[in-house]
């Protein structure tokens, strides 16, 4: 009861955000909400990257590519084929699926340190391939003129509208997550991650488990992808880079790998502590490194577990 | 997600930091320092550039300021990183109007992050003057009635190269290109691949290559094998100089024509040991040191390197364009806002600079000179000055 | 002919340079089962290091480059010591991911330290032509290729004959079996590291007059020489070596016959193609180094 009242409570909080920060900082709101669709968003890759690193313990690198595929399917059909954004999204999605699928299946036949190179290659190959297929990707002169999401009679065209539109979607993928890393399924993916061996002698295919986590964590990547370009408007090859990957195992590990809120905290702390402290930015890069560094070798549960343990003590 | 009290109180606490120093009211405009942002790749693969632009921007703030600023007013500057890409220079702007609060915008090198940013200012009603994106397609997209908040002051290949291929077939029948796999080698590959046609210059191939991978030699050897006339080099000096060592370690002689960073102080500094490596070069440009030697002199001093090109890009557009502009503004409104800014660059016209006549079209685009630069004897020479046609 | 001769000239002048980054990275996985992703910023930062000695210190090319090594040398003995050494008991991940966050803190260092302007330092070797049967090239070119067989050669020499080296080898075929008969398992991995980064370091020496040092240097060969590592078995320091000629050379015949652009897909796509069809490397899965 306390815990359904504290939920409805924070979900309006969050739904109101736009007027509160109108309120409080009516100077910077749009550059406040800003900062939150970009920390919605990130938070909602992070989510579906943790399925694949967290929840079956795959350390794939390939993340980006399934973001950048659902970009550029989203961001080619509405500039090229005028689809409209209901239709680009969900295209968006199944493509990056469906290339994890392809990708998934001879990949896991490959164990540990061949699996994240294998990932690593199939990312840097779809990296050279959307910078040099120019006549189909546009290459590095970029594609624009990616239109505003209209849903109907609907156009997403404002920041709060962009902040809802993100708050949803984290929101959607937080449920999502949620329903798959608990119950039985969580209970199947948690067994392949810690004991592969036990886990097949107690029939649970590691094989279907991780496929499945992979290919839906690379379909949301690629939904993600689609409201990013939707939002930003252009989208050039530069955004599929590797790099990605790292910001990404940053924002697990600083958080908390394997946890809802420590995925969503290292995802706020990543995007936006860094616009609250004003670093330079090769500076915020050192730190970054150092403290990923320090994290997963002194705390591999992130700031997730600094908090059990001290609520725990 | 299970949201204490204490998260709830957390976000809160985020939020307030966030605005640390938040001063609510209006700022007097008279005597109050005028603020311009300066957005470029700070980090990422061409953070390069950045550190350019962040430096001409520091030397230009002390010039201006030790005059006294402008009409009496100091200037004050703020730095965006965009990485070169979109999404990050929609961050950039949105930092350097909402947070910063500047006046003006000089920026964003990199033909992504332009275009990226090219809405926000819109949206957010800031004039931007772009100093060196090269993508054609951003002529489409500034000025009335898209977007009257851009302003464009560098030429595009598109707008150099009919002049660059007369000058070319003058000496050339045939050509191969190496360009930066980039917007600006690729813009510029696809703009002269149309004005060779023109001019009767047979394109015999064109070789992209990835900045940052410098072994050249297998696509020289295939270029050795194809024997155009001559070779157009679209890059700039960091990779042109391993370029030109292993074009001339595979024993190629063809003519050299440029596009980029080529017929430039940096590059010749980075290949002092062998000053005339690429004599005869012939790069068609819009800027060059002789055109203003005290500012080469005075980035030498401070920070003792080659002056860079993209700070001599982001000064060009800052002396020329912007300051006259701000000028202009307090002279006939007495202000400095976004408005009157973006007003007096539109009314903008300087006859006489050293990059030429500073004016925008209704496209908001300027028309400054193209200039043919050579390298002879390990020097710079201007061969010629062009105007461009609108 | 002379073209075809020409580009495998080049692709073996790039493979020795795959080859010397490669072997450290095969050391350091047959030794103590380690996959260190932070490799190329041992090549990156030898490479300043030769610039350092050469370019700014003045000291003669095989001074510098013996200096660039030992420097390396004595920085992989403390990377050993501060970040390997704890993470060497932990899982896969846990050292995947920790390395990467020293690649990534190293790179940017090297921003802040040295800028982003690239360092060039052409040698006198590197500036002087030689026309080898129609196929003209630096003569640091053929120095690197010859330089590289002698350092394999020794390298050879030292796993076989050298009390080290040969414990280096026992460790890679069987670590319990070296604890149990008193080898000293922590010098051994201490000294592996050392040796792998002054291979780096020494390799910086050799190819940097060709091209250029910046501080991102490093991503790109990390990757190329984990392919090498990888399609030539992990932790098999001749399959290593092996492997990275052949993608030398495969990109650069793909490179001067088929596409200049897409030549680093190739290297990717061998890489995977191996992975998949033959997990075990092209040389099958050896024991040691």
């Given at each position: 009861m306390m815990r359904a009242l504290r939920f409805t409570i924070a979900t309006a909080f969050l739904i109101a955000v736009p007027w509160i920060v109108a309120a409080t900082v009516p100077g910077q709101q749009r550059y406040v909400l800003h900062v939150l669709i970009f920390t919605a968003l990130y938070g909602a890759l992070a989510l579906s990257y943790d399925l694949v690193v967290g929840h079956v313990g795959s350390l794939s690198l390939a993340h980006p590519a399934f973001f950048g595929i659902g970009a550029y399917t989203a961001a080619l059909l509405a500039t090229e084929a005028r689809w409209p954004f209901a239709a680009a999204l969900p295209a968006g999605i199944a493509m990056a699926g469906l290339v994890a699928l392809a990708v998934g299946v001879p990949m896991f036949r490959l164990t540990e340190h061949s699996f994240a190179m294998g990932t690593l290659g199939f990312a840097l190959v779809a990296q050279i391939v959307a910078t040099n297929w120019v006549d189909f990707t546009r290459g590095p002169l970029c594609v624009t003129g990616i239109p505003k999401p209209q849903l109907g009679s609907l156009r997403i065209a404002t920041l709060p509208g962009f902040y809802w539109t993100g708050l949803a979607a984290v929101g959607l993928v937080g449920l999502l997550y949620h329903g798959l890393t608990t119950f039985r399924l969580g209970r199947a993916f948690h067994a392949v991650r810690d004991n592969e061996t036990l886990a097949s002698a107690a029939s649970i295919d590691p094989l279907k488990y991780r496929m499945l986590a992979f290919v839906i964590g690379g379909a949301v990547a690629g939904g993600v992808g689609t409201l990013y370009v939707s939002y930003v408007g252009v989208l050039c090859p530069g955004e599929l880079a590797v790099s990605l990957s790292v910001n990404l195992l940053v924002m697990l590990f600083l958080g908390g790998v394997g946890s809802l809120r420590g995925v969503l905290v290292g995802s706020v702390a990543f995007t936006a502590l860094p616009e609250i402290l004003r670093m330079a930015p090769t500076w915020r890069m050192v730190i970054y490194g150092l403290l990923l560094l320090i994290i997963v070798i002194r705390a591999p549960d992130g700031l997730e577990g600094v908090i059990r343990r001290r609520s725990r003590a | 997600m299970v949201v204490t009290r204490r998260s709830t109180i957390g976000i809160a606490v985020v939020l307030a930091l966030a605005l640390g120093g938040e001063r609510p009211g209006v700022e007097a405009q008279s005597a109050s320092p005028i603020k311009v942002g300066f957005a470029s790749a700070m980090t990422g693969p061409s953070a390069i550039t950045g550190e350019g632009v962040k430096w001409a921007a520091q030397m230009l703030a002390d010039e201006y300021n030790a005059k006294g600023g402008i009409m009496g007013r100091k200037i004050e500057i703020s730095f965006g990183d965009n990485a070169g890409t979109p999404?990050?220079?929609?961050?950039?702007?949105?930092?350097?109007?909402?947070?910063?609060?500047?006046?003006?915008?000089?920026?964003?090198?990199?033909?992504?992050?332009?275009?990226?940013?090219?809405?926000?200012?819109?949206?957010?009603?800031?004039?931007?003057?772009?100093?060196?994106?090269?993508?054609?397609?951003?002529?489409?997209?500034?000025?009335?009635?898209?977007?009257?908040?851009?302003?464009?002051?560098?030429?595009?290949?598109?707008?150099?190269?009919?002049q660059f291929a007369k000058h070319m077939s003058q000496s050339t029948k045939s050509v191969s290109i190496f360009a930066q796999n980039d917007d600006f080698g690729r813009g510029?590959?696809?703009?002269?691949?149309?004005?060779?046609?023109?001019?009767?210059?047979?394109?015999?191939?064109t070789e992209f290559f990835d900045r940052g991978q410098p072994d050249y030699r297998p696509v020289l050897t295939r270029v050795k094998r194809a024997n155009p006339e001559a070779v157009l080099l679209v890059m700039l000096a960091s990779e042109g100089s391993v370029f030109m060592r292993q074009f001339r370690e595979i024993g190629l002689t063809q003519k050299l024509f440029a596009r980029g960073s080529m017929a430039t102080v940096e590059f010749l500094h980075q290949v002092r040991d062998n000053p005339s490596i690429a004599d005869g070069l012939v790069e068609a440009t819009y800027w060059t040191p002789a055109l203003d030697p005290a500012w080469e002199k005075q980035w030498l001093d401070r920070w003792k390197v080659p002056v860079r090109v993209h700070g001599s890009l982001a000064a060009i557009a800052w002396r020329y364009a912007v300051a006259p502009a701000i000028e202009q503004a307090i002279k006939k409104?007495?202000?400095?806002?976004?408005?009157?800014?973006?007003?007096?660059?539109?009314?903008?016209?300087?006859?006489?600079?050293?990059?030429?006549?500073?004016?925008?079209?209704?496209?908001?685009?300027?028309?400054i000179n193209m200039l043919l630069v050579e390298i002879r004897g390990g020097q710079l020479k201007i061969l010629e000055k062009i105007a461009i046609q609108p | 002919m002379s073209d075809l001769l020409e580009q495998l000239l080049h692709g073996l002048t790039l493979g020795s340079l795959y080859a010397m980054v490669a072997t450290g990275l095969a050391l350091m996985f047959g030794v103590v089962r380690l996959i260190n992703f932070a490799h190329g910023e041992f090549y990156m930062l030898g490479g300043y290091a030769f610039w350092y000695a050469y370019a700014e210190l003045g000291l003669p090319y095989p001074v510098a480059g013996l200096a660039a090594a030992a420097a390396m040398g004595v920085f992989g003995l403390a990377y050993e010591r501060g970040v390997i050494r704890t993470i060497l008991a932990r899982t896969w991940h846990v050292q995947l991911i920790a390395t990467l966050a020293t690649s990534i803190t190293l790179t940017n260092l090297a921003i802040l330290v040295f800028g982003t302007q690239p360092k060039e330092v052409p040698t006198t070797l590197s500036s002087t032509i030689v026309d080898l049967g129609g196929v003209r090239m630096a003569w640091q070119r053929p120095l690197v290729l010859v330089?590289?067989?002698?350092?394999?050669?020794?390298?050879?020499?030292?796993?076989?004959?050298?009390?080290?080296?040969?414990?280096?080898?026992?460790?890679?075929?069987?670590?319990?079996?070296?604890?149990?008969?008193?080898?000293?398992?922590?010098?051994?991995?201490?000294?592996?590291?050392?040796?792998?980064?002054?291979?780096?370091?020494?390799?910086?020496?050799?190819?940097?007059?060709?091209?250029?040092?910046?501080?991102?240097?490093?991503?790109?060969?990390?990757l190329k020489a984990f392919a090498a590592v990888i399609v030539g078995g992990f932790g098999y320091v001749?399959?290593?070596?092996?492997?990275?000629?052949?993608?030398?050379?495969?990109?650069?015949?793909?490179?001067?016959?088929?596409s200049y652009a897409y030549k680093d897909a190739i290297a990717f796509v061998f890489m995977v193609a191996v992975l998949l069809v033959r997990p075990q490397g092209l040389f099958g899965r050896r024991i040691g180094i």
């Open positions: - | 999404g990050e220079a929609v961050s950039a702007v949105r930092k350097l109007a909402d947070v910063d609060r500047v006046d003006v915008i000089i920026g964003q090198t990199h033909s992504g992050a332009c275009l990226g940013a090219l809405p926000v200012v819109k949206e957010l009603q800031v004039p931007m003057v772009i100093e060196a994106c090269s993508n054609p397609k951003i002529r489409e997209l500034i000025g009335k009635p898209v977007n009257e908040w851009a302003f464009r002051v560098n030429p595009d290949d598109v707008m150099l190269a009919n510029a590959a696809a703009a002269y691949d149309v004005a060779f046609k023109k001019y009767g210059i047979r394109l015999v191939s409104t007495g202000r400095a806002d976004r408005k009157s800014i973006r007003d007096a660059l539109e009314e903008l016209d300087v006859a006489n600079t050293p990059v030429g006549r500073i004016r925008f079209d209704d496209t908001h685009q300027a028309f | 330089a590289a067989v002698i350092i394999f050669a020794g390298l050879e020499w030292f796993v076989t004959r050298a009390k080290l080296g040969k414990a280096m080898r026992a460790m890679s075929q069987n670590r319990e079996a070296c604890a149990v008969v008193g080898v000293d398992v922590q010098r051994v991995a201490l000294a592996t590291f050392g040796l792998s980064a002054a291979l780096a370091g020494g390799a910086a020496a050799l190819v940097s007059p060709l091209f250029n040092i910046f501080p991102d240097v490093g991503a790109l060969l990390t001749k399959g290593a070596i092996a492997a990275a000629f052949l993608i030398g050379l495969a990109e650069s015949l793909a490179a001067g016959y088929v």
